[in-house]
T-cell receptor, first 115, second 106 residues
């Protein structure tokens, strides 16, 4: 079974530029999560989708971050404009459940460096 | 939202049993307790989940006392490859804390 796919694996941009990350969850998984993990910290939940609807985006900095999950399958996370403090690994996870129990399956992440 | 508290770091030696305790005093009646493991440059990986008493799988055991205000992840006979960060999550909102950095020494 294919895992959660993310791209690009690495991205280097200058501040004020924009960047987009893509995530393809495991086939059939209803719930999709985006996390931001800054070096030395635990993953921070940015947004949770159930199918193509947003369940929780309370920690998403909406002035610069946006995310969508068209057709309830793959998802894109965009940052515009980027700041130095956005340097982090962006992790995507999916779950077959619509209730938050059980196992989340994580991708390998997209590492962003903002110069 | 249940708040969790774990030790920041722990050291152990190969072959020992390691117990990592997580405190979650305001756990709700319907909340499950879930543990994840994260290696450097990888996403977290599910280890085990429980609601009460004891749960065991091929990787670890999870002990939950009757009051459910804490839980203990037990790793039997650790090896160098168990060096990682371990996270305790409680409830339906999948939010991670800082975790416990376990270092296994030879």
């Amino acid at each position: 079974e294919a895992g959660v796919a993310q791209s690009p694996r690495y991205k280097i941009i200058e501040k004020r530029q924009s960047v987009a990350f893509w995530c393809n969850p495991i086939s059939g998984h209803a719930t999709l999560y985006w996390y931001q993990q800054i070096l030395g910290q635990g993953p921070k939940l940015l947004i949770q989708f159930q199918n193509n609807g947003v369940v929780d985006d309370s920690q998403l900095p909406k002035d610069r971050f946006s995310a969508e999950r068209l057709k309830g399958v793959d998802s894109t996370l965009k940052i515009q404009p980027a700041k130095l403090e956005d340097s982090a690994v962006y992790l995507c996870a999916s779950s077959p459940r619509t209730v938050n129990t059980g196992e989340l399956f994580f991708g390998e992440g997209s590492r962003l460096t903002v110069l | 939202l249940a708040k969790t508290t774990q030790p920041i770091s722990m050291d152990s030696y190969e072959g020992q049993e390691v117990n990592i305790t997580c405190s979650h005093n305001n756990i709700a009646t319907n909340d499950y307790i879930t543990w994840y493991q994260q290696f450097p440059s990888q996403g977290p990986r599910f280890i085990i989940q429980g609601y009460k008493t004891k749960v065991t799988n091929e990787v670890a055991s999870l002990f939950i006392p009757a009051d459910r205000k804490s839980s203990t992840l037990s790793l039997p006979r650790v090896s160098l490859s168990d060096t990682a960060v371990y996270y305790c999550l409680v409830g339906r909102v999948m939010r991670f804390g800082a975790g416990t950095r376990l270092t296994v020494k030879p």
